[in-house]
């Protein structure tokens, strides 16, 4: 878990606010995938992407939240405009190749929206 | 028919005692199941990686995969209360199969009692 760095670890916002989550891969991975972790609830696939690309976004709400993982520097997601149903432990999890190789996941970032 | 299903427990076990966790799945497509542990407010660490069927063992840990019944098993020997935590069955059809996102059962969450 260490390999995958996340920051914040944890984050409070206000309804309306903006919240971004940085996620830094493992040495040498270049796939990143986001997940969402509601209380009480499965780890849901939000977004796969390859350095400047998305590959799959077929978890992510339509409205509000983006993700990039740019030619350099740390993948993001964004949310914008917060609502309490937000609140929720963002994963982010990096591999070498796609499932065809084992994927590793951060501590998470712990958002609150109050 | 949820993709993946796992009893959520509490399961509870005296220590030494042999545990048995369980996924059972629907979609053919997937080929690729992994096992994680996650304790409480961290992130999953990867257990055990399994490609198709049949079966891994590693340590005290033994993954068992049939595909002919679309059912997967993680069995772990000689518990220890370290072992309390909640087990994540997950799995992936990858690039072949058309999607590279880890679809994962709910959890259970197991308790080791010295």
């Known amino acids: 878990n260490a390999g995958v760095m996340q920051n914040p670890r944890h984050l409070v916002r206000r309804r309306g606010q903006e919240a971004r989550l940085r996620c830094s891969p493992m040495?040498?991975?270049?796939?990143v995938y986001w997940y969402r972790q509601l209380p009480e609830e499965g780890l849901k696939f939000m977004v796969y992407?390859?350095?400047?690309?998305?590959?799959?976004e077929s978890g992510m709400p339509k409205e509000r939240f983006s993700a990039e993982f740019p030619k350099e520097g740390p993948s993001i997601l964004r949310i914008q405009q917060v609502v309490r149903g937000d609140s929720a432990a963002y994963f982010c999890?990096?591999?070498?190749?796609?499932?065809?190789?084992?994927?590793?996941f951060g501590e998470g970032s712990w958002l609150t929206v109050v | 028919q949820k993709e993946v299903e796992q009893d959520p427990g509490p399961l509870s076990v005296p220590e030494g005692a042999i545990v048995s966790l369980n996924c059972t799945y629907s979609?053919?497509?997937?080929?690729?199941f992994m096992w994680y542990r996650q304790y409480s407010r961290k992130g999953p660490e990867l257990l055990m990686y399994?490609?198709?069927?049949g079966n891994k063992e590693d340590g005290r840990f033994t993954a068992q995969v049939d595909k002919s019944s679309k059912y997967i098993s993680l069995f772990i020997r000689d518990s220890q209360p370290s072992d309390s935590a909640t087990y994540l069955c997950?799995?992936?059809?990858?690039?072949?199969?058309?999607?590279?996102?880890?679809?994962f059962g709910k959890g259970t969450k197991l308790t080791v009692n010295p």
């Open positions: 979609n053919s497509a997937f080929q690729y």
């Open positions: 040495k040498g991975h270049s796939h």
């Open positions: 999890a990096s591999s070498l190749v796609g499932t065809g190789n084992t994927i590793y």
């Open positions: 992407l390859q350095k400047e690309n998305i590959i799959d």
């Open positions: 997950a799995m992936s059809a990858g690039s072949q199969g058309g999607s590279e996102k880890l679809v």
């Open positions: 399994t490609y198709s069927s």
